[in-house]
């Protein structure tokens, strides 16, 4: 059996998926889920791309210990310079280095000729080897390339020191047969290949990702880049969960695994789902709350008769539960405790009775609490950032009636520590809302989108808001969750404003120093 090494991206090519911006609490909380998951090689982000990105990447790097960390760098010193600076504590410095082979990218972006390009990804190359031990080297928009140039500029990159090669199809192009046959021309052609390994990295914008990962695999490639949830740019990457499962369940014909715990599958879905906003459709591959529903009688019938019949997947295959209802309001500290332990949470002791206390709060106003609810909760507390003052939702009171016009009144404590209160009113009652809190925090808010979802099922169900704002020319997202759709949608709104604020203080902080 084949061994594929497994190359995740969520927390940089994912995070390029439009809308997303997470902050580094919480890129850590998805790193420490993709080792739990198992993958070989987490991309941390672009460290050159800002000192957010930077700090990000460096306290991945420190923290992870059984996965590679890597960061992205385009073909000069300057960001290798800051690839180093932010991986050299990890325990395998890797870096990703990447420049445009195709005639498009090299005539009308890079302005470079083919002779240009190649003096410029080796030099790249030998300057990054003479830090990193694993360098990979991205031809990107491969799949638009030249072949005759693509193997002139892999072999010399190789002889420079590369140690992966990876042939993007960066702009989902490709259809499965041809990004195979790629894999084995190149594998033919380039005359130090077997000094390096292959990686493939497909892009969605056809529906063609996952089975492109898939005939790159069948032609040779050892190691697939993709994301969870198959988030991205455009219509995003391969989705990781698809391959790693399609290894698994077509073992017979691919002849190749991972070292992916496939059961860990669903909750780092659910992880990234929540911190990113995007919600996963219930019709998607694998994770998509359909995937294991049976809706047709005749299904339903068979499925009751013997599961294979309609059923290639099990459930517990990528760690869906079944056993929903879980704690109550009788449950103590301890069966909480022991919960969110099996859960895979590890909080500290004072956000661990944080948490109980909301989870208590929400066991009294709510018949029953399931593993969603809590997961919510857990999450929640796991990437709150406290370290600087922000603005605290202290009361909201919403006046609604059909022939009313809506009126909100809230009160927040200011990141000075003032409490202050203000009301306005809008057209409906979230606009109410967010022209109150536009009084309150100084500066022009503007809404940009909006999103409310229902955590898990039943009437008395949480809510979760998703909203992206620009806040005195920034513009950020932000997530709330609360029983309430009106009071998660004002969380999220401030949510935002504050994740400004926390920007805004960390850079203050950096120059002062
Ligand atoms: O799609 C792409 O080409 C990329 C490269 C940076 C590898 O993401
Ligand atoms: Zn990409």
Known sequence: MRQIDVFDTTLRDGEQSPGVNLNTIEK??????????????????????SRG??????????????????????????????????????????????????????????????????????AAIKYAKKRFTHVQWSAEDACRSDKTFLVKIITEVINAGATVINLPDTVGYRAPEEYGALFRYIKEHVPNIDKVKLSAHT????????????????????????????????????????????????????????????????????LVSKLTGMIVPGNKAVVGNNAFAHESGIH??????????????????????????????????HAFKNKAEEMGFELGDSKLNEAFKAFKDLADRKKEVTDEDIFAILTDKQTEAKEIQLYDLRSLQVQYGMDNIP??????????????????TGSGSVEAIYNTIEKLVDGPVTLLDYKINSVGGGRDALADSYVQIQYNDTASSGRGTAQDVLEASARAYLNAVNRVLSLKGIEKKEMAM
Do not use: C
């Open 300 to 333: 339903q019938d068979g499925v009751l008769k013997e599961r294979s019949t309609y059923e290639i997947i099990t459930p517990e295959l990528i760690g869906l539960k079944t056993n929903k209802l879980v704690l109550g309001k009788h449950s103590g500290r």
């Open 203 to 270: 892009h969605d914008d056809l529906g063609l990702a996952t089975a492109n990962a898939l005939a790159a695999i069948e032609n040779g490639a050892d190691q697939i880049e993709g994301t969870i949830n198959a988030i991205g740019e455009r219509a995003g990457n391969a989705g990781l969960e698809e391959i790693a499962v399609a290894l698994h369940i077509r073992q017979d014909f691919y002849n190749a695994s991972t070292r992916l715990k496939l059961d860990e599958i669903k909750r780092t879905s659910n």
């Open 28 to 49: 850590l909380e998805v790193a420490k889920q993709l080792e739990r998951l198992g993958v070989n090689i987490i991309e941390a982000g672009f460290p050159a791309a």
């Open 53 to 122: 990105d930077l700090q990000a990447v460096k306290m991945i790097a420190e923290t992870i210990k059984n996965s590679s960390v890597t960061g992205l760098a385009r073909a000069n010193e300057k960001d290798i310079d800051a690839a180093w600076e932010a991986l050299k504590g990890s325990i395998e410095p890797r870096i990703h280095v990447f420049l445009a082979t195709s005639p498009i990218h090299m005539t009308y972006k890079l302005k470079m000729s083919t002779d240009q390009v190649l003096e410029t990804a080796v």
């Open 407 to 424: 009126t909100a009144t809230i009160a927040v404590v200011t990141p000075e520590g003032d409490y202050k209160q203000e009301a306005a």
